[in-house]
């Protein structure tokens, strides 16, 4: 077993940072007898506070700090130089071939004090639908990339909201629209969306339905993968009134901000400001805010203060400015600090400097007597080339407290500068900042797409220099998705303790870390090309989240200063694809060699990457095809114009449905589902529903009403040794229903019924073993039979290949009071026969196995009580078994490889 040593004083991140050393000792590919002994002290005095020193001598190596955190992240840093790799998308592990204890000496202290994300909760694919697990995974790693700071910003969101005062108000919700609250209704911010309320764009369905999806409506059996009638949270799921919605939501994010601080983690909470902070009935509100955000969250770090979106931008609104002068005190105000936003030139942004400034200071003085210590920050929408916020700094440098913070999103498209606004080198002697560039965007230039790659890497590395350059104590990045953006995230994390660290030589080392040894090199120059590939690697600039469905983006729903959003299409680069059909060729053959080595090493991480070209280039496909004016849409519309002027014409109706059938936007969906790994890429999933799939069943829906008959929805199919079972969901207007089988890649169709059914499943027995695709078409005499319904794909024949088995990432440090939740997604060509939870102890006992228990669609999940293994550590993995004996596991290399999790005493 081995030795660990705490000197000195104890501490729990101390404690902590022992445990987590003698789990990675575990998970070596040395035996454990093998580890040198180790020692663990702080109370340095000659170093950063959260710096360490590494040093080995003889068999012993001693980790030491100034603080305790500095500890922890000295053994993350330690584990990182024997060949452990932390990173959003889970560890990474040593070779085997190559790996062994190597004296390590290092001294690493943080260029930024400040150093982590700005998460943004407003989409699907963000913290609106986390639960509590998800925020221990996403917290869990940031401290071992050794950040320290999160913050999350409001934005009309449950987080702020307060409980009645007696008084009526208006408040804006999570999608920015204005509401009127009753005297008895929380205010200050909405529930949090589901995929059943989402705003943003979302398309209604069919004609007026207003609403969004429930899980069950879902494309291409794309539902199964979701546990819950409708997706979102639990809080907003469950919860039954809106009241109950918004507790829900505080409670767990504050139940997040406990985990966070015993994690050795800072959370921030942003919360906007609007109006006159001189009116009564403004400064009543925002007492009452202020009082329920400290006592509903009592380990908050720091509060943001945000200025409204697009305020620095266009200004305040017409009349706004002369309302305001209408008050005495903000007269008064404006009378004594304006002349130093007269650089500004525009009264009215002056005008703005002032109020912003009156409400920082009374923020200020509030929190000073309600929770003294606490540290503000001032946010807005900024960069010298978007939003503008950061042009009133100047000014507010010279009129808020020098305590107070100053941090801002930076120009939303970061290739608009590889710099942060040139504020951040002018302001006062010991005031901080904290810059934020855009880890993906929502809408700027053609970085836009949160469905894609919004490859930003090399970017951040001028980014990250320019920000050390100009002396700020910070550096963070927006964000939504967390896996999605693992490569930018730990280049920021890594350059923060390593300012010789370069675009190339950090590919270089994550390839290594991530994909083995084996392949490192050559998967870093695959790396680096796509990222130079740009947004999407298509040359697409695919959907902004924020703004309406299209298949193709054009132009932007605004424009930054430079023009830079200025092109009028984005149409995927046959290049591009080209290229990424040759990448994925060999990321294929690199798979296959690892599979056939027996060797674990990145093939996670390769499939994951196959799946996303598959899912880019799939995508792209169906963009060409159902583009306005394209080749779906030029010939349908044409059909259904001659129905408005009374001359239906079907002689082509099979020609033109087919364009519409055949365009893959099924093998997409499932190309996207088969890669998940977290809550945010199925709230990713989620989204391309209610958009995406949703617009594409309307094109089917008006097909109908120009042929005067549906194909039924939700056709599903079931493989056996000898036949295939179909299942589709009922018709109103159907009377019967005939089922046709093709093999897969060929063109002709054989009618199953020749003799129409009116039941809702048919057993078919083909000649032949092989792939089969299915259909139905609804027969509902006198009108025309329906087109043939979106197929279902069926492996017919003995043997079957192993179930994939997609497990939502679990985190790897919990105390024992906590429960494991392990939420694992099945699927396979046959029936699942068992989904085991094997389990052992860190010192390799084993432990009973437990059956997870079958949920909705394709989904299956336990709670496994930790209270037995406070003080351990746990091994776990899952074996599933269909009918047929096919076995998958996971995690990959499963049972030679396990997932572990430290249980703290």
């Known amino acids: 077993m081995t030795e660990i040593n705490i000197v000195g004083e104890t501490h729990p991140l101390v404690d902590l940072a022992a445990a987590e050393l003698g789990r990675y000792v575990g998970l070596s590919p040395a035996a454990p007898d093998d580890a040198p002994e180790f020692v663990l002290q702080h109370g340095l005095?000659?170093?950063?506070?959260?710096?360490?020193?590494?040093?080995?001598?003889?068999?012993?190596?001693?980790?030491?700090?100034?603080?305790?955190?500095?500890?922890?992240?000295?053994?993350?840093?330690?584990?990182?130089?024997?060949?452990?790799?932390?990173?959003?998308?889970?560890?990474?592990?040593?070779?085997?071939?190559?790996?062994?204890?190597?004296?390590?000496?290092?001294?690493?202290?943080?260029?930024?004090?400040?150093?982590?994300?700005?998460?943004?909760?407003?989409?699907?694919?963000?913290?609106?639908?986390?639960?509590?697990?998800?925020?221990?995974?996403?917290?869990?790693?940031?401290?071992?990339?050794?950040?320290?700071?999160?913050?999350?910003?409001?934005?009309?969101?449950?987080?702020?909201?307060?409980?009645?005062?007696?008084?009526?108000?208006?408040?804006?919700?999570?999608?920015?629209?204005?509401?009127y609250a009753d005297e008895t209704a929380w205010r200050g911010g909405d529930p949090f969306a589901t995929s059943l309320t989402y705003g943003w764009g979302t398309p209604t369905r069919r004609w007026g339905r207003t609403s969004g999806f429930r899980c069950e409506e879902f494309g291409f059996g794309t539902g199964d993968w979701f546990d819950t009638e409708v997706f979102g949270s639990t809080a907003t799921v469950e919860g039954e009134t809106r009241e109950e919605q918004i507790i829900g939501a505080q409670e767990t994010f504050a139940r997040a901000l406990e985990y966070a601080g015993k994690r050795g983690l800072q959370i921030a909470l942003g919360m906007e400001v609007e109006g006159n902070p001189f009116d009564p009935e403004v400064d009543s509100a925002l007492n009452s805010r202020l009082k329920h955000i400290l006592s509903t969250y009592p380990t908050l770090d720091y509060l943001a203060i945000w200025q409204a979106e697009m305020r620095s931008w266009i200004g305040p609104g017409p009349g706004e400015v002369d309302e305001w002068m209408q008050s005495a005190e903000f007269k008064h105000e404006h009378d004594r600090i304006a002349s130093h936003f007269d650089y500004l030139g525009r009264p009215d942004l002056m005008a703005e400097g002032v109020r912003l400034s009156a409400y920082v200071n009374r923020i200020h003085d509030i929190v000073s007597e309600?929770?003294?210590?606490?540290?503000?920050?001032?946010?807005?929408?900024?960069?010298?080339?978007?939003?503008?916020?950061?042009?009133?700094?100047?000014?507010?440098?010279?009129?808020?407290?020098?305590?107070?913070?100053?941090?801002?999103?930076?120009?939303?498209?970061?290739?608009?500068?590889?710099?942060?606004?040139?504020?951040?080198?002018?302001?006062?002697?010991?005031?901080?900042?904290?810059?934020?560039?855009?880890?993906?965007?929502?809408?700027?230039?053609?970085?836009?797409?949160?469905?894609?790659?919004?490859?930003?890497?090399?970017?951040?590395?001028?980014?990250?220099?320019?920000?050390?350059?100009?002396?700020?104590?910070?550096?963070?990045?927006?964000?939504?998705?967390?896996?999605?953006?693992?490569?930018?995230?730990?280049?920021?994390?890594?350059?923060?303790?390593?300012?010789?660290?370069?675009?190339?030589?950090?590919?270089?080392?994550?390839?290594?870390?991530?994909?083995?040894?084996?392949?490192?090199?050559?998967?870093?120059?695959?790396?680096?090309?796509?990222?130079?590939?740009?947004?999407?690697?298509?040359?697409?600039?695919?959907?902004?989240?924020?703004?309406?469905?299209?298949?193709?983006?054009?132009?932007?729903?605004?424009?930054?200063?430079d023009g830079h959003d200025a092109a009028p299409d984005s149409r995927p680069s046959p290049a591009n694809l080209s290229r990424l059909t040759e990448i994925r060729g060999r990321l294929s053959t690199l798979l296959a060699e690892s599979e056939r080595a027996r060797d674990p090493a990145g093939q996670e991480r390769l499939r994951w990457l196959i799946l996303t070209v598959d899912w880019l280039v799939l995508y792209d496909r169906v963009t060409l095809a159902l583009e306005g004016g394209g080749p779906y849409h030029r010939q349908a519309d044409a059909l259904f114009l001659r129905d408005a002027l009374g001359d239906p014409d079907h002689s082509l109706d099979r020609r033109i449905w087919e364009l519409l059938r055949e365009a893959p936007l099924q093998r997409a969906m499932h190309a996207y589902?088969?890669?998940?790994?977290?809550?945010?890429?199925?709230?990713?999933?989620?989204?391309?529903?209610?958009?995406?799939?949703?617009?594409?069943?309307?094109?089917?829906?008006?097909?109908?009403?120009?042929?005067?008959?549906?194909?039924?929805?939700?056709?599903?199919?079931?493989?056996?040794?000898?036949?295939?079972?179909?299942?589709w969901e009922p018709l109103a207007s159907a009377q019967?229903?005939?089922?046709?089988?093709?093999?897969?890649?060929?063109?002709?169709?054989?009618?199953?019924?020749?003799?129409?059914?009116?039941?809702?499943?048919?057993?078919?027995?083909?000649?032949?073993?092989?792939?089969?695709?299915?259909?139905?078409?609804?027969?509902?005499?006198?009108?025309?039979?329906?087109?043939?319904?979106?197929?279902?794909?069926?492996?017919?024949?003995?043997?079957?290949?192993?179930?994939?088995?997609?497990?939502?990432?679990?985190p790897t440090v919990l105390w024992s009071d906590d429960r494991l939740t392990v939420k694992a997604i099945v699927t396979g060509e046959r029936t699942i026969a068992s989904v085991r939870l094997k389990r052992r102890t860190g010192d390799g006992r084993d432990l009973p196995s437990l059956e997870l228990k079958k949920g909705r669609g394709a989904t299956f999940s336990i709670e496994v009580p930790l209270l037995e293994l406070g003080g351990s550590s746990l091994q776990f993995g899952i074996e599933v078994v269909d009918v047929n004996g096919s076995i998958g596991v996971w995690p990959t290399g499963f049972p030679q490889v396990w997932r572990s999790l430290n249980v703290v005493a």
């Open 45 to 179: 005095s000659d170093i950063h506070p959260q710096g360490y020193v590494v040093s080995t001598e003889d068999a012993t190596v001693t980790i030491a700090a100034a603080q305790p955190i500095g500890v922890l992240y000295g053994v993350y840093g330690y584990l990182e130089e024997v060949g452990f790799g932390f990173y959003l998308g889970g560890d990474t592990y040593p070779d085997p071939d190559s790996f062994h204890w190597k004296p390590v000496n290092l001294r690493a202290e943080p260029v930024f004090d400040i150093r982590g994300s700005l998460v943004w909760p407003n989409f699907l694919n963000s913290p609106a639908t986390w639960d509590l697990p998800d925020y221990q995974v996403f917290f869990d790693q940031m401290v071992k990339m050794k950040n320290n700071v999160v913050h999350v910003p409001a934005y009309g969101t449950p987080l702020e909201a307060y409980p009645p005062d007696g008084s009526a108000t208006y408040f804006l919700d999570s999608a920015r629209r204005l509401h």
């Open 370 to 561: 309600l929770r003294p210590g606490l540290r503000l920050l001032i946010c807005g929408w900024g960069g010298d080339h978007w939003m503008l916020s950061t042009d009133l700094y100047l000014g507010l440098d010279k009129t808020v407290p020098i305590d107070v913070i100053f941090s801002s999103l930076d120009n939303i498209d970061p290739s608009a500068a590889r710099s942060v606004s040139e504020v951040y080198g002018k302001l006062s002697e010991g005031r901080e900042s904290w810059p934020v560039p855009w880890f993906e965007s929502d809408a700027g230039g053609s970085r836009r797409d949160q469905w894609g790659p919004q490859p930003n890497t090399h970017i951040f590395a001028d980014l990250c220099r320019d920000a050390r350059e100009k002396g700020c104590e910070g550096f963070m990045g927006i964000h939504w998705r967390t896996r999605d953006l693992e490569e930018v995230f730990a280049y920021s994390a890594r350059y923060a303790w390593n300012t010789d660290l370069t675009f190339e030589t950090f590919y270089d080392d994550y390839a290594r870390r991530a994909y083995g040894e084996r392949h490192g090199a050559e998967m870093a120059a695959i790396l680096r090309e796509l990222e130079h590939m740009g947004p999407r690697w298509t040359g697409s600039w695919g959907q902004w989240e924020c703004w309406n469905f299209a298949w193709l983006s054009v132009g932007s729903p605004m424009s930054i200063s």
């Open 673 to 727: 589902a088969r890669k998940i790994e977290s809550k945010g890429e199925l709230g990713v999933l989620a989204t391309i529903n209610v958009k995406a799939f949703s617009t594409y069943e309307d094109s089917s829906w008006a097909f109908g009403i120009h042929r005067g008959n549906w194909p039924p929805d939700g056709v599903r199919g079931y493989g056996s040794d000898k036949s295939a079972v179909i299942e």
């Open 736 to 810: 019967a229903y005939r089922v046709w089988r093709r093999e897969v890649g060929g063109e002709d169709w054989t009618c199953v019924t020749p003799e129409p059914t009116n039941a809702l499943s048919l057993e078919d027995s083909p000649r032949s073993a092989g792939d089969y695709e299915y259909s139905v078409t609804t027969v509902a005499p006198p009108r025309l039979e329906s087109m043939k319904s979106f197929g279902a794909l069926v492996r017919v024949g003995p043997g079957s290949s192993p179930p994939l088995v997609q497990v939502l990432a679990p």
